[in-house]
RNA sequence: GCGGGCGUGGCGGAACCGGUAGACGCAUCAGACUUAAAAUCUGAAGCCGUCAGGCGUGGGGGUUCGAGUCCCCCCGCCCGCACCA
């Protein structure tokens, strides 16, 4: 007996699909195009199983698409800039570049191994600078059209990566990475006008039907419209106003209290001269975001003293507080407080001994004995003690109040967006550089575009804190391009999320050199048809790529809006945690194994081992299994098999010893299957013989339903059926001693089926096991298969027969049989008439094909 | 707190539109081959019961000839957001 020799299969097909160059995207108008997309990875050193993961249901989708006729693209790139390079080079004294190339060659080589069918040609490399020029060219022309633009403002402050954080980069006040508390500091920052956008990226949501439901909600979260009115209260006694932004302008006439933000101008200003004040704000600022203050923290307010006027009644005045949960970034960092209709409010209220006077009054509620106690009424009804409101219904109120505030412009309806702009600067070096010259004399000024690219210096030290190029000797000194006078550079580089935000349109011609992409490249391949990847990166990197899509179709670059057309979010890799049970310490996969009496020991020592939870796989958990070794030692198919296999592509996977080998015992099955079949098989392309023996019909019959089910579960992404039905056909197959008439012909039939269905799946194996047919040409360049229609229908069925919906017998019977001749069947049967036990029958319930209940 | 999802054998999971619950796999057990083991092959198996049969999809109720699937209430787990006026 031969055995499947992985190692050298797997080579031999890859260099033949290289050699015949199958998987090179050319465009052509004449076809259908799709574009099959995974998220680029970041060249962190080695792959990882989520990677193995995320590229083998890619590249299921990939060769499934090119067998059914699709022109494919399928490319692969690296996200390489950002962080971990710069703390490798102050860990290691590698030099960023160097690092991040070496691990791209790693991290090739190794997909390589995968067999993915991508096309190689269009690799890229973010850090290079023939990808990084566009996007400065690119910032250029958004800078032009307004879309860019640069302010003093607050940021998040990573002590620890001594760097500016996006706030979606800031959980629970620490920073995503470090974990170190977040500081507060002012900077002058790049900002991208993605809020220019706000309405299109909340509304076009609804357009991406093939996105997951979540994904398109936590975005529309995030983006948070509201529509509601901005007015401003005259203050008492004082020139100027306060403005204020409500959704609720209709519960105006049961407000009872004005509240700043401890942030607010005005606060600081009466703090100046108010030193109790200045240390409620100071308390205010150092209780913070983090997580238990917000859960917890109380309603607390300080009463300035100050009062407003109420818009519609010049003798009516609140008093106006400092409120700890105002905040300054929020709508105009102000409030009017109406307690009986805000929880917020109302707990403040009480608090402080404020007024609660009810204005909406629920429709069933009796106006006069309808009273606020301890929770706010939100919800619909009628306008009471609202003078001209009353009797209307809260959005007549709302649209009534806004209509007169406008009349008397004192204030006007508006949409809020919890969105805000894309702060893009980092005080990072492995980056792109920021295309920017200040100047003292003309201000910030633009780098001409002749001047492009602005190339990032590789001769710097990484010997002191903060940004290397900011020490670089003579990089940052160069000349205003608008007077001529000495000026130095921006040092600031983008945020990485800025690369990943048009790579997808850069893959549709990777090697222009004019442009970031040729025009007719990215209008024949954009959108993307199909992008995979993880879940977290739902809001962020999908937010970011919408919008800088828009952008570029505004500035001309090219004509969609949405660059991913359909989206599929894949679960995480898992695997059982280890710990050595004396001293807690985390243990590795490998350091355990079972001894004698089946228990999880160590490996090394033999001591006792705690099983704990299955969970996400990472370093700090040691329970990681690295996709080399198993490539190494099962190949590259039975990885791609596991991660196919059992769990749907959605759900979390756990990875198992167990799994990984029920993988391989099935890929050795199946070669020995086809390798020695039970009788010599027909020639290739040979003519079913006219006579089939019974169980070679029905071989048949299987083979095409399994053809028709594996499509359709490819096209819904059920890869776990997919195997299911091929593993099920498989084991029929092995059923056929070929003895029967016609059962040769039909044994080469199905396993020429088994081996192209499970091509997309184990391309390596199919196309050893399709040559070992006796095939010249490459399954790889194959059409998929076609169902015979008229064979994937059985013409007998099994029926259930129930009686009151209790299950009695199975009758196999002619599909579509008259109701009366299955009704009689079904009464004919023995243990029928037992279970009717001579009841009368009242009535017979027949559903076609599927189940006859009979009611006594 | 708000929003979303999930709950099926020992385990991962199937079950199209309300119509035979447990496909396929893992683990388990028995048998064959072997000096033995591994590998491989054959077979068993939701639970209770000797059989007849009964019970079973987190729990309780409902609709229906018939419910894992639909409706109501409850329990548990997971994810996202979190004072957004």
């Excluded at 932004?245 to 401890?262: E, K, Q």
């Excluded at 996709?627 to 198919?637: K, L, Q, R, S, V």
Aim: aromatic share 10%.
């Amino acid at each position: 007996m031969s055995r499947y020799n992985v190692k050298e299969t797997e080579a031999k097909w890859q260099e033949a699909w290289e050699r015949r160059a199958c998987f090179r995207a050319v465009e052509d108008p004449s076809r259908p195009k799709y574009y099959v997309l995974e998220m680029f990875p970041y060249p962190s050193g080695r792959i990882h199983m989520g990677h193995v993961r995320n590229y083998t249901i890619g590249d299921v989708i990939a060769r499934y698409k090119r067998a059914t006729g699709f022109n494919v693209l399928h490319p692969m790139g690296w996200d390489a800039f950002g962080l971990p390079a710069e703390n490798a080079a102050l860990e290691k004294k590698v030099h960023p570049a160097k690092w991040t190339r070496e691990n791209i060659a790693t991290m090739r080589g190794q997909l390589r191994t995968m067999g993915l069918s991508v096309d190689w040609e269009r690799e890229i490399a973010t850090c290079d600078v023939e990808y990084y020029r566009h996007e400065q060219k690119m910032f250029l022309d958004f800078l032009k059209a307004g879309l860019a633009y640069r302010k003093e403002s607050w940021v998040n402050w990573d002590p620890v990566d001594n760097t500016v954080l996006a706030n979606e980069q800031v959980i629970d006040g620490r920073g995503w990475r470090t974990g170190a508390l977040v500081e507060k500091r002012k900077l002058s920052q790049w900002f991208l006008r993605i809020t220019a956008f706000a309405d299109s990226l909340l509304n076009d949501l609804a357009t991406l039907d093939r996105w997951p439901e979540r994904v398109r909600l936590m975005q529309e979260n995030w983006i948070g419209r509201s529509t509601g009115v901005r007015f401003r209260f005259a203050l008492a006694g004082r020139p100027d106003t306060l403005e204020v932004f409500t959704t609720r302008p209709d519960t105006l006439f049961g407000a009872s209290f004005a509240a700043i933000s401890p942030n607010h101008p005005l606060a600081a200003e009466l703090a100046a001269g108010n030193p109790d004040l200045a240390a409620f704000i100071a308390e205010c600022n150092r209780l913070g975001t983090s997580e238990e203050a917000i859960e917890t923290a109380e309603k607390r307010g300080f009463d300035t003293g100050l009062t407003v006027v109420h818009p519609f009644d010049s003798g009516w005045t609140l008093p106006v507080y400092v409120a700890n949960f105002v905040l300054m970034e929020y709508g105009t960092g102000a409030i009017f407080g109406c307690p009986a209709h805000d929880q917020r409010d109302l707990d403040f209220a009480r608090k402080y001994g404020l007024p609660v006077t009810p204005v909406v009054i629920p429709a069933d509620a009796d106006p006069a004995a309808f009273t606020v106690g301890t929770e706010a009424y939100t919800g619909p009804g009628v306008l009471r003690n609202s003078r001209f409101l009353d009797g209307m219904d809260v959005e007549s109120a709302k649209q009534e109040v806004g209509r007169r505030m406008e009349e008397a412009g004192q204030g006007e309806r508006t949409t809020q967006f919890r969105l805000r702009d894309w702060g893009v600067s980092r005080q990072r070096y492995w980056g792109c550089p920021i295309p920017v010259i200040h100047c003292a004399d003309c201000g910030a000024v633009p780098v001409p575009e002749a001047d492009l690219p602005v190339v990032l210096p590789e001769d710097v030290t990484f010997d002191r804190p903060g940004n290397p190029l900011d020490h670089h000797p003579t990089w940052k000194h160069t000349t205003c391009p608008s007077c001529g006078k000495p000026a130095v550079r921006e040092t600031d580089t983008f945020d990485t999320f800025i690369e990943s935000s048009w790579y997808f349109a850069r893959f549709c011609s990777p090697h222009a050199e004019s442009a970031g992409f040729e025009r007719g490249a990215v209008d024949y391949w954009m959108p993307v048809d199909q992008y995979i990847g993880g879940i977290e990166h739902a809001v962020l990197h999908l937010l970011y790529a919408r919008f800088w899509t828009r952008a570029l179709k505004q500035c001309g670059y090219l004509s969609v809006e949405e660059p991913f057309a359909g989206l599929f979010t894949q679960g995480m890799v898992n695997h059982e945690t280890y710990k050595d049970a004396e001293t807690g310490a985390w243990l590795s996969p490998a350091d355990i194994t079972r001894n004698d009496a089946g228990a999880m020991v160590r490996a090394d020592t033999g001591a006792a081992v705690t099983v704990g939870r299955v969970e996400k796989m990472s370093k700090s958990k040691k329970n990681v299994v690295d996709p080399a070794n198993i490539i190494d030692t099962y190949g590259a198919d039975a990885a791609r098999l596991f991660m196919l296999s059992d769990s749907p592509p959605e759900r979390d996977l756990e990875w198992t010893e167990a799994g990984i080998d029920g993988a391989w015992r099935y890929i050795n099955r199946l070669w020995r299957m086809v390798d020695e079949p039970p009788v010599a098989l027909p020639a290739p392309g040979a003519a079913l013989p006219g006579e089939l023996s019974e169980r070679a019909v029905a071989t048949r019959k299987l083979v095409h339903k399994t053809i028709a089910g594996v499509g359709d579960d490819l096209e819904k992404f059920r890869f776990n059926k997919a195997v299911a039905r091929v593993r099920e056909l498989t084991n029929a197959l092995a059923e056929i001693d070929g003895s029967g008439a016609g059962e040769a012909a039909v044994l080469r039939e199905g396993y020429e089926a088994v081996v192209r269905l499970i091509a997309p799946m184990m391309p390596h194996l199919a196309e050893e096991l399709w040559s070992r047919l006796g095939h010249t040409s490459l399954l790889a360049e194959q059409p998929w298969p076609r169902a015979d229609a008229a064979l994937a229908v059985d013409d007998t069925v099994t029926i259930a027969v129930q009686v009151n919906g209790k299950l009695r017998a199975t009758l196999a019977l002619p599909r579509d049989m008259a109701r009366e001749a299955a009704e009689q069947a079904a009464l004919a049967d023995e243990t029928v008439v037992r279970a009717l036990d001579g009841k009368p029958v009242r009535k017979v319930i027949v559903v076609p094909n599927r189940v006859i209940n009979v009611v006594v």
